[in-house]
Structure formats: C-alpha cells, structure tokens
C-alpha cells in the first residue's frame, strides 16, 4: 500500500539521517524477533500449500496435539490468502464501480445479491472447478478453500470501499482537482486515506466471519470426493467422527490463541494506524492503542531500513501515465445516453440469459414439487432465524445496555464480545449435539440455537456501542424527570439504541442464514442430528453431489435473504436515519 | 500610503487582464420547466496588482463564477480567458483558498504544503526546500509536522494559504477565507494578508476574493463587484480608493459600507413585493427562517433605541449576524409585511408594531392572519385541506405541485419553511410520520 510511504516519519528519517546514530535500539531487538518468527511462519506454510494432493493421503490428519501448531498455521494461511484477495478485488471493482457510470451499473446490484448468497453453498461447485484446474496438487483444494472464505469476505469491503470513494468531501476534491493530481496521486493521498477507517472496521468484520467459513471448508465431502487439508477444521472434523472429546477441546484452545495473536499483532496496530485517517478536523478523545505500533514507532535501525522503501514510494507517486492536460474526450449527451440504453441492455440479456441455464439445469431433473419442498423448508428456517434473533434480542439488549451505560464495565467486556464475534462456532457445535443427543432433546428445537451461538454477539457488541455513545445529558434529563422502568425503556434508550441494534441485528440474522447451512445438521462420531430447514436441505444435497438441488437451494436461500433485507431490515434502517439519530 | 493605490492604478491602467470571463453563464437543468439560473451573463476582468472582491449573498452564483474561472466547473456558456488562453481546466497559474480550509487530514502541515508540488513532479529535496519557503513566509514554524486537527482554525487557513502560495500561482482564488472563522483571528489573518500583498512578499500578481462581508470587502479590495440574486448578476461595480491600511472608523469607510448596503437591499425594480424570492405565486421559493428568529428582529427593531425604524448595518452589527444571516429574515418579514426594506433600512409595519406588543396567542393569530394574506403557497394548502372532508393531504401532492416549478431541493426546503411557519400560527398541522398535513392539533 503506497500511502504507508505519508507516515510521518519519513520526513524526518530523510532530514536527520546525517546526524543521527544507525545504531539498533532495543525496540528494533524486539521488532527484528517479530518480523523473522513471522516470516519464518509465512515461508514454511506457504511452501506446504502446493505439495502434491497424493501427500494428503500419505500423511492424513493426526490427532496429535503436538501437530496442532502446523494445522493452526496452516489455517491462518489461508485466511491471509482470502484477505488479501478481498483487499485486491475491494480495490480493483469498488475504484471500476465509483468511477464508471456503466461498470457501477452492473457491479452495485451483483454485489447486493453475492451479499445475500450462502457462501457455503458454492463449495460444491468450487472445489470441483478448482480440483480440476490443478490436477493432483493440493493447490486446487487450497483454492477452492480460500475461494469460500473469499466469497464470505470481499463483498462488505467492496461495498465500503466504494460508499467511501463516492462520498469524497467535495473540498479535497477540488483541491485534488485544483492542483491536477494524477489518478495515481489522488487514490494515495485522498481516495484510500478516506476510504481506510470504514475499510479496516470491515475487513476486520470480514476476518471474524471468515474463521467460520475456514473450519466449514477444510474438510469437505463433495459426492465421492472428500478432501481433508491439513488445519483446524480437517483437525475439528475428525475429532467429532471419532468422538474424541479432548480433540474438540484441544482446537477450541488452538483456535482461541490463533484469534488473539491476529488480533494483537495485526488489528489492533492497524486500528492505531488508522486513526489519523478518520475524517474529522477535530482531535479525537481517546485514540485506539496498540503495543505493536507503538514498539514499530520506537525502532530506530528497522525506520531506516525501511527509508529506500518511503523513498521508491515517494517516486513512485510522481509517476504520470497521462499527461495533466489531457483530459477525456466528452460525448454528447444523446449519444452517451444511447449507449448507457444498449450496455443496460446487454446486463439485462446476460442475466436473463443465465438465470434461463440455471432454470432449465435445475427442471431437468426436479419439479415444481422439489421447488415447492424447497419454499417449505426455507419458512422453517425463516421461522427459526426470526424467533432465534428475537430471542437474542430479548436477552442482549438488556444486557448490552447495562454494560453500556458504565464505561468501566464496557471496556472491559467489549473486547470479549468481539473476541467472541470472532470466535468461530462451528467449532464449538459438538458439545451442543454430545448435550442434545445425551439428553434425548429433539434435534429440530435444539439444534436450532447453534444458528446463533456465534452471531448472537454481533447484537451484544452494537448494543453496548451504542448505549456508551448515548448522550450525558439526555440520560440526566431522563433521571431528572424521574423516567423509570418500562417509560424510560420505550421512551430513552431503546430509540437511542436503535440505529445500532439494526446493524447488530442485520449482521446476526446474515450470518444466521449462513450458519443454518452447519447448524441443521450436526453430527457426532455415527450420530447425526438433522433438523427440517432449508440449511439441512443444502447440506445433504451437497453431501450426495446433487448439483440441481443444491442450486435451487442456494437460489431459494439467496430469494428469502433478499427480501427480508428489503422487506424488514432495509425499512428499519431508514426509520433509524431519520427518526434516532442522535447528532 | 498614498503611492500604494497609485501603483496599483498605475498597474490596472497599462497591462492586459490576467483573468477575463465572458458572459458566463451557468445553468442546471430542471427537466420539463426548463432550468435554474444560477449565473447569468456575468463579465469579470482582473488586472495584475489588484484585489477585486466579489460581494455578495450565498446563492447569488458568486462561488459558482469562481469555480468557473479555476476551471474546476466548466460553465454552461460564455468564456474565461487566463492571460489570454482559454480556461478548459485546472490550470497551474491559478491556486484556490478554500473556506472549510480543505485540509487533508492525514497529512501533516509540510505535506499539505507540498501536495501541489508532488502534482507537478517536483523532486523531493526542492519540493521540501520551497514548502518550507512557503510556511516561513505564511508564519507557520515550528507547525510542520502537526496535523490540521491539531491547529486552531486561524493555523489551519495559514497552511491553505501556504499551500497555494508556495506553487507561485499568478492569480490567487479565495473562496469565503475568513468567514470560518472567529472575529478576531479573522482580522488578524487579514491584516497579515494585506501586509505580505503590499509588501509584495508573496509571488502572485492578484488576487480574487469571494465574500458575503460587506466590510471585509471594502478593507481588503480594490474593486468590488456587488452581485444579486435569482439569478446571479452584477448589480454594481465599485472602485474602493482608500489608501491601505484602511480604518474601519473612518467616516469615508463608514459611507462606502452604507453605500453597499443600500444597493444590497434595493428592491429590484419588478412589480411585486415578492421580488427577492425567486418565482410567483405558489411557485415562490421560499428560506427556511424560523418563527423565533422573526420575533426577535421585530423586538429588536420595536426596542430601544431603534423605536420601530433601523439602519441594518448597525443593526446587524448590534445583533452580532453577518448579511447572510440578517437578510432572509428581513425579507421573510417583508415578505408577511410585517416589516418595510428600503435604501438600506428597516421600518415595521402597523401589523409589525401591534405583533411586537402581543402577547403569545395574540402573535400566533396575527401570524396566520398574514400567512394566508401574504404566503400563497400556505393559502394554498389551507385552502385545500378546507375543501377535503377528511381535512388532511398529503405533503407529497405539494412536493410534486412545487417540483414542477423548481428544483428538489428548493422544494423541499419551501415546503418545510411553510410547514414550520403554519405551525406556529397553528394554520394547519403536519404529522411528519405520515407525511399529511391536517387540519387538527394534536389535543
């Protein structure tokens, strides 16, 4: 990222390089020690990706705790992978779409409805196509298992991305455009700079949904092929078939280390490096604080070493690729009208084009009877998803606020609620399906909670976002007037709250869509749980490599998304613009 | 002092324009009735060695002229010409000082500063050398590695100056510089301003101002060119022949400023008494003023010392309000007449006087009384939701009525002014969760 090169200590390592000392400090001792182990990791996991697919079978999954390190390494590669394949297409399409008028007509609403779509439902069809792209290495299953977490990721930082880009403060445009900075410039110096706090915040959001998507894809059973890559998931998926419960323990700790780690020495210094870029010409309250930045800002020898990197950056940015003066050639109006008609024309003949395959695909061997089972089963899950979000609704708010309201509480309890946000739950299902089938419970009800055993904190972490933002002076306004109980519930807080627990609440209920596709049918060893939905109905047909079925289940899901996010969550929204916002 | 106007008259006599625009026109289209006229046929001519202020209030297109000769808007007609060659765009002899200062936050002080340079591929260590030239010269050490959020607001304008100055351009744009800012550092800036232009410190040759401050206008400029609205043109073009430093005591200061004054708040010389607000009828544009604001004026008018009659340069320097501020309510008032404009004064009305001395519901009665005299629009509404059984409408219907006769934005902005006024006459009610208005109070 060229705009590292702005850091301010550039300037100063330039200006004082004559008289200051090279000599290393203590804090480059400590940086140089993070930087090796890191790279030592990065080089030895990346050289076992493309191992040839027969060492899978040679060398298959061992419950060995002290193999445990490797899986976990092995799964944090690939969500590097994915993450740095989001940024790179957030980059590419989000900049296409907020620049051309055209690009933007076809990008907005395919993301809108990749959105909506169960990632886990592509597996099937993405490990076949990448399997077949790299015959017999392990590279096309790595892949296909980065691809899946891609797709769970990208779409939300794109859609960042471009808000931000088209919501440029008009000044710095001018300025931008006053001073003819190339478009080179202009992304480095003002584009990205705008665009990172809202693009860290979701590239982090992206980072926790990933982790659940890593475990559901590792191992994976298509049809007759089943891969199993080395990592947590292929660990966490052996261990429930051999019902090893020590094993399910053992990568609930692995996975908990591996979040923190992540999260201490990559997040957090990001967050504290971001700061500077928020928007506002007033200095904040308190700045985010990370023990890894502040160690970098320290180091003397790695500052210098990095000054040739600042200083091919620095010329990198003067590059031009079109002379300032040349400026775009503008059409008529009639005629770029015309041609905005047939490039609409052309989206809307692909689409309908392409939606006619997968019709046809899918009628070949299933009805309107299977269509109708499909519509059945996805109320179910509608029904499950709603109660269950209201249900933790019912419980979190509450809660939220409570901690909300006392800063002391919430500082303390917030990390833990995104910790938890985090925290893939597939890895924890086991437990729940030992209660359930100990206990006799029935499978249909109980099952159902694991849809939002990891989404649920999305709710806790808004809420008590929103009620510590909730003003002073309202809140002393409400006890000076001695509003109380129920009043003080439906009449302060729940509408301050609001415009956050929509966020929470839409996120849990996304995710809750996802997670149905694992959660409604769960296994342990021989035992295996299914409850009556449409996340089981994709499921099993991806186990059996029924590929009709698992499209019209995937479309089914996708259509219910769509139109509870326009119906219910998209209203909600605007009433929250308008009505409770509290600035 | 004296030698100062005389060089820069010696100047403006012999040398060709630096800047010359020609009936720029600018308009946006409306759809089916046609288009908003936000500039028309506007001329401008800047000579090196002066300062020419564009005065006038917001929406009068004077920021959209500026824009225009930076060639950052391409206008929809006429030309500007930059020593002689057509303006197409951004061009590097001209550099812009914002009013929001247009500061990069993530960028230091030095940064800002070179950000021009960077543009037009200055290498690093001569990039460096002329920024700190730049903040040297704008009185900015010892701030190069702040960030804006870190400067006072006075600062923040200083690092927009040094960042326009250090690419030398021949012609300096200001856009509204100071009225971000408070009294006192406002003057400051200014004072230093002039001094490094009179001691010709800075390396352009004129300098081109956008204000709405009748008094800044004629402390700092040569040439002023006063500009009306609906839609934007030149009224009156003024030569300022004050030797600099300027007093604002000074008697011939003081009648120069009334003399502003009062083309200002001439009435154009069209039929109605509506003329300041663009359109007729129902279709006419109205501000957002609020009731409370109107009732102030009229206290502080009726008030000791002023006994119902004020002159409105002391009067808005009493009550401490900029024109922009002071203006759209001394016409709302005109507009309810309520209250008299002319020649730079302001006298209530009989029904201006008796609202003065009443008491809260007397005032709201006597409101809606000239609401529906003098407010179409209101009449209107009333008129309808008296017809309809129900006694309720929706606002939409009136949306759609007024966007046939102006923009979106005009009309929405004209429909909440006559809601806010009707409700405080409790002429008719709107509920805004359902969007109707109604007839019937809440109980």
């Known amino acids: 990222m060229a705009f590292l090169s702005s850091r301010p200590e550039r300037s100063s390592a330039l200006a004082a390089l004559a008289r200051e000392r090279v000599l290393p400090n203590s804090y480059d001792l400590a940086a140089f020690a993070l930087l090796a182990a890191v790279a030592v990791l990065a080089f030895h996991g990346a050289a076992a990706m493309h191992t040839p697919l027969a060492g899978l079978s040679s060398a298959p999954i061992v419950l060995d705790p002290a193999l445990l390190p490797e899986y976990a390494l092995r799964t944090t590669m690939r969500m590097f992978a994915a993450i740095t394949a989001s940024l790179v297409f957030t980059f590419v399409v989000a900049t296409l779409a907020a620049k051309s008028r055209r690009a933007e007509m076809l990008i907005i609403p395919a993301l809108d409805i990749l959105q909506s779509v169960p990632v886990l439902g592509f597996l099937t069809f993405t490990v076949t196509f990448f399997m077949g792209l790299f015959p017999g290495s392990q590279l096309g299953a790595e892949c296909a298992s980065i691809f899946a977490i891609f797709t769970s990721q990208a779409w939300n930082m794109a859609f960042s991305f471009y808000q931000s880009l088209r919501t440029v403060p008009r000044d710095l445009d001018e300025v931008s455009r006053g001073f003819g900075l190339s478009s080179w410039q202009r992304f480095c110096r003002l584009e990205a700079p705008f665009a990172m706090p809202g693009l860290v915040w979701n590239t982090m959001m992206s980072m926790s949904g990933g982790w659940f998507f890593v475990v559901a894809s590792e191992a994976i059973t298509v049809g007759d092929t089943t891969v199993q890559l080395p990592g947590l998931g292929s660990w966490l998926a052996l261990a429930i078939k051999e019902q090893n419960f020590l094993a399910v323990g053992w990568a609930v700790l692995a996975m908990a280390v591996v979040i923190g780690l992540y999260d201490q020495l990559l997040f957090r210094p990001i967050v504290a490096w971001a700061d500077k870029f928020r928007f506002e010409q007033t200095a904040g309250q308190s700045k985010p604080r990370s023990w890894v930045y502040g160690l970098a800002r320290r180091t003397r020898l790695v500052k210098r070493l990095a000054t040739p990197f600042a200083w091919l950056g620095g010329h990198l940015l003067l590059l031009r690729f079109r002379p300032a003066s040349a400026r775009p050639l503008r059409m008529a109006p009639a005629a770029s009208r015309a041609l905005d008609y047939a490039w609409l024309g052309l989206v809307v003949a692909l689409g309908t084009w392409s939606s006619w395959i997968a019709v046809s695909y899918v009628g070949q061997s299933l009805g309107w009877a299977d269509a109708g089972d499909a519509l059945l089963r996805g109320l179910v899950t509608l029904l499950r998803v709603v109660v269950l979000i209201a249900v933790a609704s019912v419980i979190w708010v509450p809660i939220g606020v409570w901690v909300g309201l006392r800063p002391g509480v919430a500082e303390r309890v917030q990390p833990v609620a995104q910790f938890l946000a985090a925290f893939p739950a597939n890895v924890l299902f086991p437990f729940a399906v030992i209660a359930i089938v100990t206990t006799g419970a029935s499978p249909e009800v109980w099952l159902s909670p694991l849809m939002v055993l990891g989404t649920q904190w999305y709710i806790l972490f808004n809420v008590i976002a929103g009620a510590s933002a909730f003003p002073t002076d309202l809140r002393e306004a409400a006890r000076v007037y001695q509003l109380r109980s129920w009043t003080w519930w439906r009449r302060v807080i729940l509408p301050g709250i609001f415009p956050y627990y929509v966020t929470g609440a839409l996120t849990a209920s996304g995710g809750s869509w996802n997670a149905s596709i694992v959660a409604e049918v769960a296994s342990w060893g021989d035992t295996k749980l299914e409850a009556y939905g449409l996340g089981s109905y994709i499921a099993n047909a991806t186990e059996a490599g029924n590929f009709p079925r698992v499209v019209l289940g995937i479309a089914v899901m996708s259509l219910f998304v769509t139109l509870l996010n326009r119906l219910l969550w998209r209203p909600l929204y605007v009433l929250a613009e308008r009505r409770m916002r509290l600035d | ?443």
């Open chain 2, 1 to 443: 002092m004296d030698n100062i106007t005389a060089v820069s008259a010696l100047n403006t006599s012999r040398s060709t324009p630096l800047i010359q625009a020609q009936q720029i026109c600018q308009s946006y289209d409306k759809g089916s009735t046609g288009s908003l006229v936000v500039l028309d046929k506007v001329d401008l001519e800047l000579n090196p060695g002066e300062i020419v202020g564009l005065l006038g209030r917001s929406g009068s297109g004077k920021s959209t002229l500026l824009r225009a000769i930076a060639g950052l808007i391409q206008p929809s007609g006429g030309t500007v010409e930059f020593s002689g060659r057509r303006v197409t765009g951004p061009n590097a002899g001209v550099a812009v000082v914002f009013q929001s200062f247009a500061l990069f936050p993530w960028l230091t002080v030095l940064e800002n500063v070179e950000l021009g340079l960077e543009a037009q591929g200055v290498a690093s260590a001569q990039r460096r050398k002329r920024a700190l030239a730049a903040i040297d010269l704008i009185g900015l050490d010892g701030f190069e590695s702040a960030y804006p959020k870190e400067l006072s607001g006075g600062m923040r304008q200083r690092v927009g100056l040094a960042r326009a100055l250090v690419v030398h351009p021949k012609v300096l744009l200001m856009d509204e510089p100071f009225s971000a800012l408070d009294v006192l550092t406002a003057e400051t800036l200014r004072t230093d301003l002039l001094d490094l232009w009179c001691e010709g410190r800075m390396p352009i040759e004129a300098i081109l101002m956008v204000t709405h401050n009748i008094e800044e206008a004629v402390l700092m400029c040569d040439r002023i060119l006063i500009f009306g609205s609906n839609p934007g043109r030149v009224i009156a073009e003024l030569r300022v022949e004050l030797p600099q430093p300027r007093n604002r005591l000074d008697p011939a200061f003081r009648a120069l400023v009334d003399d502003i004054y009062s083309r200002m708040t001439a009435r154009p010389g069209t039929p109605a008494r509506e003329g300041f607000f663009p359109g007729t009828g129902i279709a006419m544009s109205l501000p957002r003023v609020s009731t409370n604001l109107m009732a102030g004026l009229i206290e502080a008018i009726a008030a000791e010392p002023y006994k119902g009659e004020a002159d409105l340069p002391l009067l808005a320097a009493q009550l401490h309000h900029e024109i922009d501020d002071l203006f759209p309510v001394a016409e709302t008032l005109q507009l309810l007449r309520f209250a008299d404009l002319e020649g730079g004064d302001i006298r209530l009305t009989a029904p201006g006087l008796r609202f003065a001395d009443s008491n809260v519901d007397e005032r709201k009665r006597l409101f809606a009384q000239q609401l529906a005299a003098y407010v179409p629009l209101a009449a209107h509404i009333r008129r309808v939701l008296d017809e309809r059984s129900s006694h309720q409408a929706p606002a939409r219907r009136f949306r759609d009525e007024l966007e046939d006769h102006m923009s979106e934005d005009y009309a929405a902005t004209t429909l909440k002014a006559v809601t806010n006024w009707a409700r405080y006459g409790e002429y008719f009610a709107y509920d805004e969760t359902a969007d109707l208005f109604t007839l019937e109070n809440p109980s």
